[in-house]
């Protein structure tokens, strides 16, 4: 391949994703294609390449509007091939409408000058589970690290035992989480720098804080020399609080220099921050500087980097696009194949733990048809599976003691403690409520005649949930939304519908509200 060819490919790649962004796809699948590198193009034809098994079937997915725009920028058809590659080099530039192509090549050009110079990289080690060995670091990131730095009072610290165990191995993967997964090992492993920073959100209970604990525990165990902190965002802000109550330079000096001399920094619940203007604006400043040093950024929160800057959130545009600039990956809730996995997987983990450190009273069988069962049962968090798994396997053991087994009843019973029914019932007024709160419209225009365009999608969401959550007829909802008629209502419903489908970030969007209603019955 000549380097006209890459050239060529990557102008060509670049031209392609600014129009594939006009094209309104999912944020999730732009930053799949936006992960990739163009490797060729000669003339009839451009290559890719990803080294993530689950991007490259889901980019494969969309090669006919790959396609359509390949011909639109090139005005000729061009075939298009995504490859799924083990090569670690640093990837392009994570390229935009705003990036010209000459800057996309003196960035390239720059990275391979540096990359000329980087002495080899030590023998690889190798990810638990279903990753690739470790490579070397990105090449930015281990420039900085060669420059003498303070030492970070975060060094000194140590990974809690309990969370030891929130490791890569024991994460259940499947269609819901795979993307967040994948893009978190990247991330531990330093293969990609356009990860940076990580954005990973879903509602509480699906396995954010595992992924996030994955990532230090796996540096920590086989690449040491990073220093990897974690910290949720209420800690942030309590660190912050701390040393300015302080109120004297060394406080503020040490707190500067504990942050900013981290290879990564992981930051959980940072929606937890929202109401914190001065924490806020520390971040960012740490932020700043870790990001032009080439160190790593991860964070998490209940609600996606655009919804954090709704209602009465102190966060503003320019400080969520910061956030959202790097990979953005949401953890949907687990459908019945994924929950029955993630029991068996519970299951067999507790039976093991308890035979590794003598723990008595977990040795109990559950059958797998009552493992069946408990799937059909169960809700959506995660956390409260676990507790559900742990409580079924207690009172199998204890059954067994006594010379009988779990059965049927047993487990409904412990199921309907978890998740209880027969809640009192939610009022069309409290969907109201939720949809004015969540997207910061006021109720005279959710129930209104204004047809404004950012108009449409709370108040046909509303009329949505109030058909999902209530026991109305259509001609009442008509009516606690400002007299709408029959067929206003329907189409309402429809348009929710056909979109759940079409935009898995407007699902994620929708089921976060339907949650937060259900959840505060």
């Not at 001065?278 to 655009?306: C, W």
């Not at 199998?396 to 998740?419: C, T, V, Y």
Request: proline content about 4%; glycine content about 6%.
């Amino acid at each position: 391949m000549t380097s006209t060819q890459e050239s060529d490919a990557i102008a060509l790649w670049t031209d392609v994703l600014s129009l594939l962004a006009e094209r309104g796809l999912p944020a999730p699948t732009l930053a799949m294609l936006r992960s990739c590198k163009a490797v060729s193009f000669d003339g009839e034809r451009l290559v890719v390449s990803t080294n993530m098994g689950f991007a490259q079937r889901k980019i494969a997915e969309q090669t006919p509007v790959i396609e359509e725009c390949l011909e639109q920028a090139a005005f000729q058809h061009v075939t298009f091939e995504v490859a799924l590659s083990h090569d670690t080099s640093p990837h392009p530039v994570e390229t935009g409408s705003e990036m010209t192509r000459e800057e996309v090549g003196r960035i390239n050009a720059r990275e391979s000058a540096v990359a000329a110079q980087e002495p080899p990289a030590a023998a690889p080690q190798t990810m638990p589970a279903t990753t690739t060995a470790r490579p070397s670091r990105p090449v930015v990131a281990k420039a900085a690290a060669s420059a003498p730095k303070e030492q970070s009072d975060f060094a000194k610290e140590e990974i809690d035992p309990a969370d030891s165990k929130l490791t890569f191995d024991r994460f259940v993967s499947g269609e819901e989480n795979e993307f967040a997964f994948d893009a978190a090992k990247q991330v531990a492993n330093g293969e990609n720098k356009s990860y940076n920073p990580l954005f990973i959100y879903g509602k509480s209970g699906l396995g954010k804080t595992h992924l996030l604990r994955a990532i230090q525990n796996y540096i920590a165990q086989n690449d040491p020399s990073r220093l990897c902190v974690y910290r949720t965002g209420t800690e942030f802000v309590d660190d912050y609080v701390s040393a300015m109550n302080v109120g004297d330079t060394p406080a503020k000096a040490a707190l500067v220099r504990n942050y900013q001399n981290v290879d990564v920094l992981i930051i959980d619940d940072i929606q937890n921050m929202r109401r914190a203007a001065g924490t806020i604006s520390f971040f960012f400043e740490t932020y700043n500087a870790l990001m032009s040093h080439g160190k790593q950024i991860v964070l998490a929160a209940d609600r996606s980097p655009s919804q954090l800057g709704m209602g009465d959130s102190k966060f503003d545009e320019r400080e969520t696009s910061r956030m959202d600039s790097g990979v953005t990956v949401s953890i949907q809730v687990p459908d019945y194949e994924l929950k029955l996995k993630l029991i068996n997987n519970f299951y067999d983990m507790m039976k093991q733990d308890a035979v590794r450190e003598h723990v008595p009273g977990m040795t109990g069988t559950i059958s797998e048809d009552d493992r069946k069962l408990m799937a059909e049962r169960s809700g959506t968090n995660i956390r409260i599976i676990e507790g559900f798994v742990h409580t079924c396997l207690i009172t199998a053991s204890r059954k067994e003691r006594q010379g009988e087994k779990i059965g049927r009843e047993d487990i409904i019973k412990i199921a309907n403690a978890k998740w209880p029914t027969g809640q009192k019932t939610i009022s069309v007024e409290q969907i109201q409520k939720a949809v004015e709160a969540y997207y910061d419209v006021s109720h005279m225009d959710l129930v209104g005649s204004k047809r404004n365009k950012e108009l449409m999608e709370p108040r046909h969401v509303a009329v949505w949930l109030t058909r999902e959550l209530t026991d109305n007829t259509l001609a009442d909802i008509g009516k606690k939304f400002g007299g709408r008629s029959h067929a206003t209502v329907k189409h309402s419903i429809y348009w929710v519908d056909k979109t759940r489908k079409e935009d898995r970030m407007f699902q994620d969007r929708v089921q976060t509200l339907q949650d937060s209603i259900t959840d505060n019955r």
